[in-house]
């Protein structure tokens, strides 16, 4: 986990309706998305707003989503329809 005491550990994984915290070790794998390469949500809602001209019948294709992090707040923000495609490489 990166720069977080093991209380805040806790504290997270508790605030994310888990009874006990033996999810504790698998949070940087379950959080990844906000860490790790790819893009932030309000970065892509921004540049979406910037270059595309939304309407109701906009609709969005996230590719490569992972978890959908991106996929989610597009939709909610911008009020329009995502489809998130995730491929794993076997």
């Known amino acids: 986990m990166k720069n977080l005491s093991r209380e805040t550990e806790e ?3 508790c605030s994310l309706s ?6 504790l070790p698998f949070l940087p794998y ?4 906000f860490w790790e390469l790819g ?3 309000n970065v892509m809602v921004d540049l979406l707003k910037k270059h ?3 309407s109701s019948k906009t609709r969005i294709l ?3 989503c992972g978890k959908g992090a ?3 707040k597009v939709a909610q923000k911008l009020r329009v329809k995502v489809k998130g495609i995730e491929s794993l490489a076997i």
Do not use: G
């Not at 888990?18 to 999810?23: D, N, R, V, Y």
């Not at 379950?30 to 998305?33: A, E, M, N, S, T």
């Open 52 to 54: 595309v001209n939304i």
């Open 11 to 13: 504290k997270l994984v």
């Open 30 to 33: 379950l959080l990844q998305d």
């Open 18 to 23: 888990w009874e006990t915290t033996e999810l």
């Open 62 to 64: 996230d590719l490569a």
């Open 70 to 72: 991106v996929a989610v």
């Open 39 to 41: 893009s932030d949500p």
